[in-house]
């Protein structure tokens, strides 16, 4: 019986010693750099992964407060389900690595009455820094 209880508390010292596993992190930073004109604006769009996880896939979502619509985007595979405008990777760029600046990325849209930056834009779900230009 002491046998068995010396070996559990070995092995409870040497499990409780062992180095911790690593976190993943998600976040992200979007630079929203715009030209609005009336009835109408484009978008180039970069994002930055600030975590220390890869997103592989990725996913951008925008959500506009009014009734912007896409006209045509590039660098992405655009959808539109309003008033939410998607973004997935394309292809040629399916990850965005820790510390890693994706391609620019764009759209053209219109828009009635005033404009209005976007409310939240989140990649894979996990809600971004945004800077407005």
């Known amino acids: 019986m002491r046998i068995l209880t010396a ?5 409870a010292l040497v499990l409780g010693t062992s180095a911790p596993a ?3 992190s998600y976040s992200c ?3 929203y750099d715009t030209s609005v004109w009336t009835g109408g604006f484009v978008a ?3 994002v930055e992964n600030t975590g220390t996880s890869a997103f592989s896939p990725w996913l951008l979502q925008i959500v ?3 009734d912007e619509t896409m006209s045509s985007g590039w660098s992405a595979t655009w959808t539109q389900t309003p008033p939410s405008l998607q973004a997935a990777n394309p292809v040629w760029a399916p990850s965005i690595m820790p510390g890693a600046t994706s391609a620019p990325i764009g759209f053209v849209a219109t828009y009635t009455g005033t404009y209005a930056n ?3 834009i989140t990649l894979n779900g996990v809600p971004c820094t945004v800077t407005y230009i």
């Open 29 to 31: 930073d979007v630079t």
């Open 118 to 120: 976007p409310t939240g």
């Open 64 to 66: 506009f407060a009014g």
């Open 7 to 11: 070996l559990a508390v070995a092995a």
């Open 22 to 24: 690593h976190a993943m």
């Open 44 to 46: 180039s769009i970069t």
